[in-house]
């Protein structure tokens, strides 16, 4: 994985604090590749044969490799691995279909992988044992909707460009679908679903995670009728008729693998490497981007006051953007445009937001770099970084300032990563 930003002038040198940042990005990102984590929660299953193995997600071929790698072939009868377009490289396996569906909104071919699923899984039996391997964007990479697909598309369109968060988003998005909030496990019955799960959420919790498709949805009604209102979702009725949730066993097989405690743990020991000393400001951020942005820039500035030397600020999490303009981007970018503007004519400062997973919004960066110097050289190339941020295209004038940061796919997934590198 070649972590770089983006260079109009591939001439253009970096300075030790921007290099520093990509150096503790790159490696914190590497860490976190599930397939190691996978093969060792896998372990306590090695002696048994599966009959059906599914593995969706931004992170599902790792995940699945390492299924391969504990059970071998001749211990996964069937095999399904979903993924994200230009996620599956050369990965194969045997008796393993795989698919490459959309994200972050479900498309024609994530309506094909859970029907191809379902078809293969309505005829289990109690000697039957799943295991199903999940990451962050299996909510949109998997789906078969209860509703007309083109309304579900809209639904989720409209939530992500009006800031819902996470659990907002997955919990309409399991009242809609036939494979989430528990209904795929609920369809597997009475096999046995084990399921290993790397997560993208803050806090972790089972139910969001991919939209939890073998675990119990503990949302009410009252709840996501909230939401419903808040987003003004219900405009066609369709919340007034949806089945009720599905009913699974009290207590479902369920682990976690990997985090973004695991990323943030990384990048604090690669920084500590380099000589900084780490200042670990949380694992669940949240919230509007531009906000978050602010408030972390204060506080890690405040705090460096009292300190001598270089200092590393790492915070994990995943905040929201509420889309006004046309532009293109992504939370990440957002953030990243939002700190050029607040770093203008700063020295020894220099702020990173990138996605772990190598993609921000639908676009091909990862996130971006900023220092003292972007927004002008966003200026020298004709781009105005306070309209590019009101209309949303962080992408364009992070390009224009030599800021996006790009690493392609990487394989893991969970949750964004902030630094903010300062020497005193």
């Known amino acids: 994985m070649n972590i770089h930003p983006f260079l109009l002038n591939e001439n253009e040198c970096l300075s030790q604090l921007q290099q520093d940042a990509l150096a503790v990005f790159g490696h914190a990102v590497q860490s976190a590749n599930p397939y190691e984590s996978t093969c060792k929660a896998l372990q306590k299953e090695k002696h048994r044969q599966f009959r059906f193995v599914l593995s969706i997600g931004k992170a599902a071929v790792p995940m699945m490799q390492a299924a391969y790698d504990t059970f071998g072939a001749d211990g996964i009868q069937e095999a399904v691995l979903v993924t994200k377009y230009e996620h599956l490289g050369s990965f194969s396996a045997p008796n393993c279909v795989c698919f490459e569906a959309g994200h972050p909104v479900s498309d024609e071919n994530s309506r094909k992988a859970a029907e191809y699923v379902l078809a293969g899984t309505g005829s289990l039996c109690e000697t039957d044992v799943c295991l199903v391997l999940i990451s962050g964007g299996g909510s949109a990479l998997f789906e078969s909707s209860l509703i007309d697909a083109r309304q579900q598309q809209q639904i989720t369109e409209r939530l992500l460009k009006s800031g819902a968060d996470i659990y907002e988003l997955n919990c309409v998005r399991k009242r809609l679908s036939a494979v989430k909030g528990g209904k795929l496990a609920a369809h597997m019955q ?16 089972p139910d969001v995670i991919a939209s939890g498709p073998t675990q119990q949805d503990p949302v009410s009604d009252e709840t996501l009728r909230g939401i419903v209102k808040k987003y003004d979702l219900n405009d066609s009725g369709i919340f007034d008729t949806l089945p009720s949730k599905a009913c699974l066993p009290d207590h479902p097989h369920f682990c976690i693998v990997g985090d973004v405690k695991m990323l943030c743990d990384a990048a604090a020991e690669e920084a500590e ?35 001598s030397g270089k200092t590393a600020f790492i915070i994990g999490g995943e905040t929201t953007v509420t889309v006004r303009g046309n532009g293109k981007g992504g939370r990440s970018q957002q953030a990243a445009l939002r700190a050029a503007i607040e770093l203008q004519n700063t020295q020894n400062i220099v702020f990173l937001a990138g996605g772990s997973d190598g993609t921000d919004g639908p676009t091909d960066a990862a996130g971006g770099l ?18 590019a941020l009101a209309n949303n295209d962080a992408y364009t004038a992070l390009r224009a300032g030599n800021a996006l940061l790009m690493t392609g796919p990487t394989g893991t997934n969970v949750n964004d990563l902030i630094l903010i590198l300062i020497q005193a």
């Open 273 to 307: 490497k380099r000589g900084y000393q780490t200042v670990h400001c949380g694992t669940d951020l949240s919230g509007d981007a531009e906000e978050a942005t602010v408030k972390a820039l204060q506080t890690a500035i405040a705090c460096a006051r009292s300190k």
């Open 190 to 205: 009475p096999a046995t679903v084990r399921t290993y799960a790397l997560s993208d959420v803050p806090g972790s919790r």
């Open 370 to 387: 900023a220092d003292g110097c972007t927004v002008q050289r966003m200026h020298e190339r004709g781009i105005d970084a306070s309209s």
